[in-house]
Nanobody, 122 residues
Framework: QLQASGGGLVQAGGSLRVSCAAS????????MGWFRQAPGKEREFVAV????????LYGDSVKGRFTISKDNAKNTVFLEMNSLKPEDTAVYYC?????????????????WGQGTEVTVSS
């Protein structure tokens, strides 16, 4: 129902945009978040955006470098990643929260995509 795409290999300092498309159902009224998980580490909050797209929240490690946006007409959420660092290397997951909260808490998210892998080389 949530399909993440756009991951790949990029050099440090570069940019990449990953997308999350909803299929099979709509997520009207849901907030949409991005999380990431590096090998051997716990899943980490990256960003979340409200249904309206007006409000967004970012993790401290990506603030000022990443931008979350959405296109409700296309049921798609984007994560624009700039000034990438090797420590941004991870599998990136999108998720949907039916309460439309801006939350870092993984347990609040109801639906998850399968993830797209981002590798940043030094």
């Amino acid at each position: 129902q949530l399909q993440a795409s756009g991951g790949g290999l990029v050099q440090a300092g570069g940019s990449l945009r990953v997308s999350c498309a909803a299929s099979g159902r709509t997520f009207n009224g849901y907030s949409m978040g991005w999380f990431r998980q590096a090998p051997g580490k716990e899943r980490e909050f990256v960003a979340v955006i409200s249904w309206s797209g007006i409000r967004a929240l970012y993790g401290d490690s990506v603030k000022g470098r990443f931008t979350i946006s959405k296109d409700n007409a296309k049921n798609t959420v984007f994560l624009e990643m700039n000034s990438l660092k090797p420590e941004d290397t991870a599998v990136y997951y999108c998720a949907a929260d039916r309460r439309n909260w801006l939350t870092l808490d993984i347990s609040n998210y109801d639906y998850w995509g399968q993830g797209t892998e981002v590798t940043v080389s030094s």
